[in-house]
């Protein structure tokens, strides 16, 4: 079985992408770079890529209109490098279909990490297609089936991106019970929670604006503070 080992870098600091190349070439990684957006996307659209490193500041064409056209056109994972402090460009970034990010400045071993992690997701999703199709879950409006990897709701699709199709998963799994946000992040990114790590948090409200924040007049994900979130089970 194929592994995603075709990295695409698009960044306009040569001196990071050198970096990466050197420190990822050794992986087993052919890493290819480039530093301006519209040629970023022509490469990423063409097919030859597993992954793309994506950076939010690009001259032209910015990284968030990158990732809008990639989606446009394309299921490759995209992992987001945003400015520390910039907590507003993750957010945006993995509302519109970045499978991850990272702030820069970032230690290389991180950024690995992260590839490693999106890598094995992917595999799950492969090996899981190969197998005998799971059973559908259908809690209130909404139904999952893992093998089409499709969600009805009322019968109607609702288009998700891989990330927010996991999660959905994990919670329709679970409805009726809190899940942290630990278990979710370990589950569904494949990595452990970090200090101010927000991606679960953002994928869930993407969730909530695709699948509508009440069932049946109650709250469909509730927030649990200070220890993660419950899907609700309706009743008949």
């Known amino acids: 079985m194929p592994t995603m080992n075709r990295i695409l ?15 990822l070439q050794p992986e087993g990684f052919a890493v290819s770079a480039l530093h301006q957006g519209q040629q970023g996307l022509a490469l990423a659209l063409a097919g030859r890529h597993d992954l793309v490193v994506l950076d939010v500041m690009l001259p032209g064409m910015n990284g968030f209109e990158v990732l809008r056209q990639i ?13 520390r402090g910039e907590e507003i460009d ?7 279909g970045a499978d991850d990010y990272l702030p820069k400045p970032f230690n290389p071993r991180e950024l690995l990490a992260r590839i490693r992690a ?12 190969g197998q005998p199709r799971p059973e559908k879950l259908t809690v209130g409006d909404i139904s999952l089936d893992p093998g089409a990897r499709s969600v009805l709701r009322h ?11 996991s999660l959905l998963a994990e919670l329709l799994k679970t409805a009726g019970q809190v899940v942290s946000r630990e278990e979710l992040t ?9 200090t101010f790590d927000r991606s679960i948090d953002v994928h869930v409200s993407s969730l909530r604006k695709k699948l509508g924040h009440e069932v049946r007049g109650r709250e469909r994900i509730k927030t649990i503070r200070g220890v993660g979130y ?3 089970r309706s009743t008949p």
């Not at 993750?90 to 509302?95: H, P, Q, V, Y």
Request: proline content about 1%; charged content about 30%; some cysteine.
């Open 155 to 165: 019968g109607a699709a609702v288009a998700l991106t891989a990330v927010e199709f």
């Open 230 to 232: 419950l899907y609700t």
């Open 118 to 129: 999106i890598q094995r997701r992917s595999k799950a999703r492969r090996q899981a297609a």
């Open 9 to 23: 870098v698009i960044d306009d600091d040569t001196e990071l992408c050198e970096l990466l190349i050197d420190y």
């Open 90 to 96: 993750r957010i945006i970034g993995l509302e519109m």
């Open 71 to 83: 989606r446009a056109g394309s299921t490759v994972p995209v992992l987001m490098l945003t400015a």
């Open 186 to 194: 370990e589950k569904v990114l494949d990595r452990k929670l970090s």
